[in-house]
């Protein structure tokens, strides 16, 4: 009767740490590990050339503290790289315009 009983309350220890388990790798991989592929996956678009990819992660903790900086950056990057494309088109208007002037005075 006794060694039943402890065979018995070893195999719930057994179950329960099993369980205990399970629960702990679906909580880091839902709390951890899927944020953090969805930053890197941000991180893989931006650098493709994807300026306004924006990270869809509404948590409140570091991760979505990452998340909201990420895009934040992103917008800015793009405002960055539009104005770029401007002041380009600008300076090459102004070349192109200065020297159609020049070969005119020759």
């Known amino acids: 009767l006794v060694k039943a009983n402890i065979n018995d309350q070893f195999s ?24 953090l592929s969805k ?3 941000g991180i893989e678009k931006i650098s493709h050339g994807v300026l306004d990819y924006q990270i869809d992660i509404t948590s409140k903790d570091e991760l979505g503290q990452m ?11 793009k405002n960055a790289y539009e104005e770029i494309q401007t ?3 600008t300076l090459n208007q ?3 315009d ?3 002037k020049a070969c005119i005075t020759w």
Request: charged fraction near 10%; aromatic fraction near 10%.
């Open 67 to 77: 998340a909201l900086q990420f895009n934040s950056m992103s917008g800015k990057l």
């Open 87 to 89: 002041w380009t088109a």
């Open 39 to 41: 930053i890197s996956k």
């Open 12 to 35: 719930n220890a057994i179950i329960i740490t099993i369980l205990i388990s399970l629960f702990s790798i679906m909580l880091i991989y839902f709390v951890i590990t899927k944020p």
């Open 94 to 96: 102004r070349v192109n």
């Open 98 to 100: 200065t020297n159609r």
